[in-house]
């Protein structure tokens, strides 16, 4: 089975990617819906976060605070780290099960949503990598829209991130999503139609 992992920069529209991907047939696997598992209400990994980082990072229903967590982890960068570490392990773990079983499935192809791919060193576990690309400006909006934060705090995570630019010099294809739905939808299909057998 090909293994290709999908990355890119916040407001990138790494998503976008996903949901074309999932029209088609593909089978994705979204590291952000495993991150909330792992991180459920009672699980193992928030008790220890919580030992670590503070119980303020527990919100009053027993869920985490991401919101309050992001706030402690891009506040000292030796916190981020250690943070980003743990939940990042409990990811990979998950998503490579979930990896091996689609192989054992029979599957030709399968996908990874991975937003700290190359910052986390998980490119050496696919196949392929792809990079979704988009301008600065629309992926500050984006991210805007959806989140709510300032430019500021926008600009402050993704220098937190490697460069688009980096991350495009080392992906295996880039994925240009600067609005245009079709072209997009196009790019997509033309790429993943040989790996998926389409």
């Known amino acids: 089975m090909i293994k290709i992992a999908l990355t890119g920069s916040i407001g990138a529209g790494k998503s976008t990617v996903a949901e074309v991907l999932r029209s088609v047939g593909a089978q994705v696997i979204d590291a952000d819906a495993i991150s909330r598992r792992v991180t459920e209400k009672d699980t193992l990994l928030l008790a220890h976060l919580a030992r670590v980082f503070g119980d303020d990072i527990i919100s009053e229903d027993g869920t985490l605070d991401r919101q309050r967590m992001a706030e402690v982890g891009f506040a000292d960068p030796a916190s981020y780290l250690r943070m980003n570490g743990m939940i990042q392990t409990a990811i ?3 998503m490579l099960d979930k990896l091996k ?3 054992c499935c029979g599957y030709k192809a399968a996908f990874a ?3 700290l791919l190359f910052e986390a060193g998980w490119d050496r576990e696919f196949d392929l990598c792809w990079t979704v ?3 600065e400006k629309l992926r500050i909006e984006r991210v805007k829209k959806r989140s709510g934060l300032s430019d500021e705090q926008i600009l402050a995570r ?3 991130q ?3 630019e980096e991350k495009e010099r080392r992906a295996d294809l880039v994925i240009v999503n600067d609005g ?3 072209a997009l ?8 139609a040989p790996l998926l057998g389409i």
């Not at 939808?185 to 993943?192: D, L, P, S, T």
């Open 92 to 94: 990979k773990i998950k």
């Open 158 to 160: 993704m220098a937190k």
């Open 113 to 115: 949503e991975v937003p």
């Open 185 to 192: 939808r196009k790019a997509v299909y033309e790429a993943a």
């Open 133 to 135: 690309s988009a301008p």
């Open 180 to 182: 245009d739905m079709n």
């Open 162 to 164: 490697m460069p688009q």
């Open 101 to 103: 079983l689609l192989e």
